[in-house]
Antibody
Framework: QVQLVQSGGEVKKPGASVKVSCKTS????????ISWVRQAPGQGLEWVGW???????HYAQKVQHRVTMTTDTSTSTVYLELRNLGSDDTALYYC??????????WGQGTLVTVSS | QSALTQPPSASGSPGQSVTISCTGTSSDVGAYNYVSWYQQHPGKAPKLVIY???KRPSGVPDRFSGSKSGNTAFLTVSRLQADDEADYSCSSYGGSDMYIVFGGGTRLTVL
């Protein structure tokens, strides 16, 4: 079965960087791209960006100057790095398979807390 | 402020039907048939219940249906059950600039 397993929660200070991983299994890695979606406490879902299995990326305008997504095809793992963190980056970050703009399989979420 | 507009809450009694709206623009919902709906129980990851406006993933009961009219998409949950109580969020493809936009979510309460 398709599984996306994310790395554990992180606590960072303002201005720091964070790197979250999403290890996929149960399907051929080149079948789907991966999107990252975040959810601030008590808020709705917000799309952060997308990466193809081959490394092509598309980022949300809000974070495009601070975000980098990468893939490691040898381990079927996708990474999200977000730099210059601010308090409004505090959120639960999800990775999800992206098949024609449809997110069918989701990771369990990684809580990133930005606090001084 | 979310790009797509949903009512913050909706409710219905067991056995009844409820419809949730998702209003966008002619650049997203109105332009593409890539509207999805996600169900999210507290503390859980979202679950896809409708994709491409009106298609159901395997395993989602036919009590869940989707439609679209102009710039507004709709999710209808029929024959409400207690386990349907959750947050429901819509999303739409928004073109090469916006890519994916979400609604703010609707909390469905089963009375």
């Amino acid at each position: 079965q398709v599984q996306l397993v994310q790395s554990g929660g992180e606590v960072k200070k303002p201005g720091a960087s964070v790197k979250v991983s999403c290890k996929t299994s149960g399907y051929t890695f080149t079948t789907y791209g991966i999107s990252w979606v975040r959810q601030a406490p008590g808020q709705g879902l917000e799309w952060v960006g997308w990466i193809s299995p081959y490394g092509k990326t598309h980022y949300a305008q809000k974070v495009q100057h601070r975000v980098t997504m990468t893939t490691d095809t040898s381990t079927s793992t996708v990474y999200l790095e977000l730099r210059n963190l601010g308090s409004d980056d505090t959120a639960l970050y999800y990775c999800a398979t992206d098949d024609w703009n449809t997110f069918e399989y989701w990771g369990q979420g990684t809580l990133v807390t930005v606090s001084s | 402020q979310s790009a797509l507009t949903q009512p913050p809450s909706a409710s219905g009694s067991p056995g009844q039907s409820v419809t949730i709206s998702c209003t966008g623009t002619s650049s997203d919902v109105g332009a593409y048939n890539y509207v999805s709906w996600y169900q999210q129980h507290p503390g859980k990851a979202p679950k896809l219940v409708i994709y491409q406006v009106n298609k159901r993933p395997s395993g989602v009961p036919d009590r869940f249906s989707g439609s679209k009219s102009g710039n507004t998409a709709f999710l209808t949950v029929s024959r409400l059950q207690a386990d349907d109580e959750a947050d429901y969020s819509c999303s739409s493809y928004g073109g090469s600039d916006m890519y994916i936009v979400f609604g703010g979510g609707t909390r469905l309460t089963v009375l």
